[in-house]
């Protein structure tokens, strides 16, 4: 997590009316349910007084106000500053080893945290095909590490000072969908990469020509249950959809049936898609 507002709360200037009342419910259930402690008679007390202080409680607060328009919370501001990592980076003076998934509910921020880190600090990215609960499977492969060899050799070299060349390790190693395989780079954004514009046209095509002012426009019914079922939902259930046997889970195909699809001219050769979009 990087930027609060636009990470998670509400990604895209839309607030998350699904995932932030779940989220919000499940770190309340977290504080106010602890099992160990039901076998403590008090408890029941603690527990009762817990419940009926939810109303008046912080997340109820934070989701009322951003449903109302509460300005201090329904718009980008201090409240969201002060609880946003990526604000706090230029002070931060420590090593930082940042992973991440592609299918990560953070991977936006994760990225914007290492631009920032690596002026100030020794900093590395990794970023796997993985969801926010699987950090590190499939690993060692590609010359990559286990997950614990990395803790390991990162906390070895910086907090007891063996040199177990976790300097050498590369600036950025990444998961790149297509080629299938881990690609490492001396720095993010890819030194290579370059930025193009590509427009959308009426025909359902999209091309680096700016369109017409008369081209034809293209309606899309809206339908809130439209992409219920695909990969972006195992994003936004924090990779907790990811262990249901749905195909269209893993195939936007069948979201994409009901909706606006716009399609470029064949390639002529392969194309590297990486950097921020």
């Given amino acids: 997590l990087g930027d609060l507002y636009r990470d998670l709360a509400f990604a895209g200037g839309d ?25 403590d008679p008090e408890y029941y007390t603690t527990f009762v007084q817990r419940l009926v202080g939810l109303p008046s409680s912080f997340q109820v607060k934070v989701l009322t106000g951003a449903l109302l328009g509460d300005p201090e919370i329904a718009y980008d501001g201090d409240f969201h500053a002060q609880r946003s990592p990526s604000e706090m980076t230029a002070a931060i003076r420590v090593p930082t080893f940042l992973t991440g998934g592609l299918r990560d509910i953070f991977q936006r921020g994760e990225p914007l945290n290492y631009e920032r880190l690596k002026a100030n600090v020794p900093a590395k990215l990794m970023i796997g095909p993985w969801h926010h609960t699987n950090h590190g499977s499939g690993l060692p492969v590609d010359g990559v590490p286990s997950m614990n060899q990395m803790i390991l050799m990162w906390f070895d070299h910086y907090v007891k000072g063996i040199d177990t060349g976790a300097e050498r390790i590369p600036n950025v190693t990444q998961y ?29 095509s999209i091309s680096d020509a700016a ?15 439209g992409g219920l079922c695909d990969m972006n939902t195992v994003q936004w259930s924090a990779g907790i959809a990811g262990n249901l046997p749905f195909p269209c889970l893993e195939n936007n195909s069948y979201a994409y049936a009901s909706e606006l699809v716009f399609d470029s001219a064949p390639f002529e050769e392969d194309v590297y898609l990486n950097g921020p979009m």
Wanted: without cysteine; hydrophobic residues 40%; aromatic residues 12%.
């Fill in 176 to 204: 790149v969908s297509g080629y299938g395989h881990y690609v490492t780079s001396p720095d993010w954004p890819h030194p290579q990469a370059r930025a193009q514009t590509l427009y959308l046209h009426g025909d359902k």
């Fill in 15 to 39: 607030m998350s009316t699904v995932f932030m009342p779940a989220w919000l419910g499940l770190v309340t259930a977290g504080s106010v349910i602890h099992p160990n402690q039901f076998a």
């Fill in 211 to 225: 369109p017409a002012a008369d081209e034809s426009p293209n309606y899309v019914l809206q339908q809130p249950l």
